[in-house]
């Protein structure tokens, strides 16, 4: 699998050299976040407002205001939880065109409950006004800047960072979910990390004998619920969601929501936290520990079907095996 | 634009019209009329530069919330004249005070009198705690400490601009409470943020009661300064205090005004509530009535006029 190291710190500064409004804002995590050789490189067109984030998301709306589109860096967690009133207020309300850009999502850090935003999708799709995406590959976290940037409104983007695997060959759409397989058994929507997983999962599946229907949502809101619903009613055993989020508010909720409101009776099992936070770990093993691998989907999928596949660890995949620890990073923060 | 009335009318103007009004609805926002009064007159009839209102006279309803379905949205901001390089743009960031504020924009010719009587009614752009479609308001400021930040922003964005027009917060001094007001100076003086000041009424006073009973905040002139700001004092009653203060230069950093007012000035009946001043409603009708007398004789107005009961 071809791996893109650093794919956000190119695009961005690709995307903000063609548009003098957008301004490029930190706080204190700019390397973490990909843009320290922008800021090297353009020093005027970069921000540094330490640790404050109320303040800078105020700020960003008193910039959006004088007609800039500023992005915001920092770890998904920290651009919601503790500014959420300024969000609310000075952003989210007022339809400022900033662009949350939240690095680290989910189990993606080994940073512990401080540093996993598990409830990001949750809060941020209830939000008027918002628009919620999610990156799942190189190509969509390259793609992901110029396409935030046309919303008439705030962004909140989940964003993967460092070396990323190039899993699709067109760039993200918003409002276009991806078809990456077209079975009649089951239907898997993931996002995100969990795309890979599921991509994992499926070649043992389809040597075991069952046909999987996968949807890749790259647009969490507004959330194509018709097509979710289209996809949902073609398949024999029923949906499995898998996200790398809380399963209350996220992924699993929208279609739940979806296929109540459309009247459509399937079962549905939703992977991802289940009402529980996470703690600090590598990503694989945070993932197999809280049943967000391809192992737990196959799993789920032998629930669904009544039927078990055989499959085990061995005839997955091999698991990409990241060092926490880098040269490069080497807190991994 | 000049108004034709001198400042102190339009600071006396405003004591009135709260005045009247809290009398004939039985509450309202009246000690920050007392306090502020003069800043407000000071910041609309000389202090800012700001051009005539777009907004036609008498409020248009409530017309929704801002959405991707309603493109006609306009904030209250249009009051304070027109959003161009040249002119000043003003915050009031305590939502609250928007009571005084309605009642500054009639006595400067901005608003017609009939604004205030849709003060709080169902349907009304002119609501009890400023919206952003409210006269006068141009952002959300309702929770207190937000408005120093998005000004701050808002001039940086102006200087990269190249506007001459400053930017304006009138704050009160339980914002300092927030954390995010240090967050605000801090950044606007790292930035250098200097077409950035704000004029804060000092009247100690908060929902709770006195500040120093509530949570005491200690030499705020000498924390801003710490955190980077030029800080200039006043009386919050004297005119010619005020005008030099707002005059101090401030190269490299925004400017506070700290202007130390008394939450009863022009009402010392208000004194016999204290220190229940935030929101102000007669615990009785005696009380009601012996106010309307007693403060309309301080003011040198004729009392309430109010329909029996």
Same mark, same amino acid.
């Given at each position: *699998?071809?791996?893109?190291?650093?794919?956000?710190?190119?695009?961005?500064?690709?995307?903000?050299?063609?548009?003098?409004?957008?301004?490029?804002?930190?706080?204190?995590?700019?390397?973490?976040?990909?843009?320290?050789?922008?800021?090297?490189?353009?020093?005027?067109?970069?921000?540094?407002?330490? *640790?404050?984030?109320?303040?800078?998301?105020?700020?960003?709306?008193?910039?959006?205001?004088?007609?800039?589109?500023?992005?915001?860096?920092?770890?998904?967690?920290?651009?919601?939880?503790?500014?959420?009133?300024?969000?609310?207020?000075?952003?989210?309300?007022?339809?400022?065109?900033?662009?949350? *850009?939240?690095?680290?999502?989910?189990?993606?850090?080994?940073?512990?409950?401080?540093?996993?935003?598990?409830?990001?999708?949750?809060?941020?799709?209830?939000?008027?006004?918002?628009?919620?995406?999610?990156?799942?590959?190189?190509?969509?976290?390259?793609?992901?800047?110029?396409?935030?940037?046309?919303?008439?409104?705030?962004?909140?983007?989940?964003?993967?960072?460092?070396?990323?695997?190039?899993?699709?060959?067109?760039?993200?759409?918003?409002?276009? *979910?991806?078809?990456?397989?077209?079975?009649?058994?089951?239907?898997?929507?993931?996002?995100?990390?969990?795309?890979?997983?599921?991509?994992?999962?499926?070649?043992?599946?389809?040597?075991?004998?069952?046909?999987?229907?996968?949807?890749?949502?790259?647009?969490?809101?507004?959330?194509?619920?018709?097509?979710?619903?289209?996809?949902?009613?073609?398949?024999?055993?029923?949906?499995?969601?898998?996200?790398?989020?809380?399963?209350?508010?996220?992924?699993?909720?929208?279609?739940?929501?979806?296929?109540?409101?459309?009247?459509?009776?399937?079962?549905?099992?939703?992977?991802?936290?289940?009402?529980?936070?996470?703690?600090?770990?590598?990503?694989?093993?945070?993932?197999?520990?809280?049943?967000?691998?391809?192992?737990?989907?196959?799993?789920?999928?032998?629930?669904?079907?009544?039927?078990?596949?055989?499959?085990?660890?061995?005839?997955?995949?091999?698991?990409?095996?990241?060092?926490?620890?880098?040269?490069?990073?080497?807190?991994?923060? | 634009?000049?108004?034709?009335?001198?400042?102190?009318?339009?600071?006396?103007?405003?004591?009135?019209?709260?005045?009247?009004?809290?009398?004939?609805?039985?509450?309202?926002?009246?000690?920050?009329?007392?306090?502020?009064?003069?800043?407000?007159?000071?910041?609309?009839?000389?202090?800012?530069?700001?051009?005539?209102?777009?907004?036609?006279?008498?409020?248009?309803?409530?017309?929704?919330?801002?959405?991707?379905?309603?493109?006609?949205?306009?904030?209250?901001?249009?009051?304070?004249?027109?959003?161009?390089?040249?002119?000043?743009?003003?915050?009031?960031?305590?939502?609250?005070?928007?009571?005084?504020?309605?009642?500054?924009?009639?006595?400067?010719?901005?608003?017609?009198?009939?604004?205030?009587?849709?003060?709080?009614?169902?349907?009304?752009?002119?609501?009890?705690?400023?919206?952003?479609?409210?006269?006068?308001?141009?952002?959300?400021?309702?929770?207190?400490?937000?408005?120093?930040?998005?000004?701050?922003?808002?001039?940086?964005?102006?200087?990269?601009?190249?506007?001459?027009?400053?930017?304006?917060?009138?704050?009160?001094?339980?914002?300092?409470?927030?954390?995010?007001?240090?967050?605000?100076?801090?950044?606007?003086?790292?930035?250098?943020?200097?077409?950035?000041?704000?004029?804060?009424?000092?009247?100690?006073?908060?929902?709770?009661?006195?500040?120093?009973?509530?949570?005491?905040?200690?030499?705020?002139?000498?924390?801003?300064?710490?955190?980077?700001?030029?800080?200039?004092?006043?009386?919050?009653?004297?005119?010619?205090?005020?005008?030099?203060?707002?005059?101090?230069?401030?190269?490299?950093?925004?400017?506070?005004?700290?202007?130390?007012?008394?939450?009863?000035?022009?009402?010392?009946?208000?004194?016999?509530?204290?220190?229940?001043?935030?929101?102000?409603?007669?615990?009785?009708?005696?009380?009601?009535?012996?106010?309307?007398?007693?403060?309309?004789?301080?003011?040198?107005?004729?009392?309430?006029?109010?329909?029996?009961?």
């Amino acid at each position: *699998m071809e791996m893109v190291n650093r794919p956000y710190a190119g695009a961005f500064e690709a995307h903000a050299m063609q548009h003098p409004e957008v301004l490029c804002l930190s706080a204190d995590l700019t390397s973490s976040c990909e843009i320290d050789g922008f800021r090297d490189r353009h020093p005027d067109r970069f921000l540094s407002l330490g *640790m404050a984030e109320q303040n800078m998301l105020s700020f960003a709306g008193g910039l959006g205001l004088a007609g800039f589109r500023p992005f915001l860096h920092s770890f998904g967690v920290f651009l919601y939880r503790r500014p959420y009133d300024q969000l609310m207020a000075s952003v989210a309300y007022p339809r400022r065109r900033v662009r949350l *850009m939240g690095f680290l999502p989910g189990v993606t850090t080994p940073g512990g409950m401080t540093h996993q935003a598990i409830e990001d999708i949750s809060v941020m799709r209830t939000i008027p006004n918002m628009t919620v995406l999610e990156t799942g590959d190189a190509t969509e976290v390259e793609s992901i800047v110029a396409e935030a940037d046309t919303v008439d409104g705030p962004v909140y983007c989940r964003i993967l960072r460092g070396s990323v695997p190039r899993l699709f060959d067109t760039p993200l759409q918003i409002g276009r *979910m991806r078809v990456l397989a077209e079975g009649g058994d089951v239907l898997v929507v993931t996002a995100g990390i969990t795309t890979e997983e599921a991509i994992r999962a499926r070649g043992a599946l389809a040597r075991a004998g069952v046909s999987v229907r996968h949807l890749h949502l790259n647009t969490l809101k507004p959330f194509d619920a018709a097509q979710i619903v289209d996809h949902a009613a073609s398949v024999r055993h029923g949906v499995i969601t898998l996200e790398n989020h809380l399963v209350t508010g996220g992924i699993g909720s929208m279609v739940a929501e979806a296929l109540a409101e459309a009247g459509l009776a399937r079962r549905l099992i939703r992977l991802g936290l289940q009402d529980t936070y996470a703690h600090g770990g590598s990503r694989p093993y945070l993932m197999r520990h809280y049943g967000m691998d391809a192992l737990s989907l196959v799993r789920a999928v032998e629930r669904l079907t009544g039927q078990k596949t055989g499959i085990d660890e061995g005839a997955l995949d091999a698991v990409r095996i990241e060092a926490v620890h880098s040269a490069a990073k080497a807190e991994a923060l | 634009m000049r108004n034709e009335k001198s400042t102190e009318e339009v600071a006396r103007g405003i004591r009135a019209r709260v005045f009247e009004h809290t009398i004939r609805n039985n509450g309202g926002y009246l000690s920050q009329a007392c306090s502020a009064a003069e800043q407000l007159a000071f910041l609309y009839n000389e202090g800012l530069n700001l051009g005539p209102s777009t907004m036609p006279a008498v409020p248009p309803p409530f017309s929704g919330v801002p959405s991707a379905d309603n493109l006609d949205y306009v904030t209250g901001a249009g009051y304070n004249g027109p959003f161009d390089a040249v002119h000043d743009r003003l915050f009031i960031a305590p939502a609250h005070y928007a009571l005084v504020a309605y009642a500054c924009l009639i006595e400067v010719g901005r608003m017609a009198p009939e604004g205030l009587a849709m003060f709080n009614k169902d349907g009304s752009s002119v609501e009890m705690i400023g919206a952003e479609h409210s006269p006068g308001m141009e952002v959300h400021n309702g929770t207190l400490g937000i408005g120093l930040s998005t000004a701050a922003g808002l001039a940086f964005g102006r200087r990269r601009l190249g506007h001459t027009g400053r930017v304006c917060v009138f704050m009160s001094d339980g914002e300092v409470q927030e954390g995010q007001t240090w967050e605000a100076v801090q950044a606007a003086a790292h930035h250098g943020i200097d077409n950035l000041w704000a004029i804060m009424d000092v009247n100690r006073q908060q929902c709770d009661g006195a500040m120093e009973d509530v949570m005491t905040v200690g030499d705020i002139a000498t924390k801003f300064r710490d955190f980077g700001a030029t800080v200039a004092e006043c009386d919050a009653h004297d005119l010619a205090a005020m005008r030099a203060a707002a005059a101090t230069p401030h190269p490299g950093r925004p400017l506070i005004v700290l202007a130390h007012s008394r939450p009863t000035q022009g009402m010392d009946s208000l004194m016999s509530r204290f220190p229940r001043l935030h929101y102000v409603r007669f615990k009785s009708e005696d009380e009601r009535l012996r106010m309307n007398l007693e403060i309309a004789a301080e003011l040198g107005i004729a009392p309430v006029e109010l329909e029996a009961r």
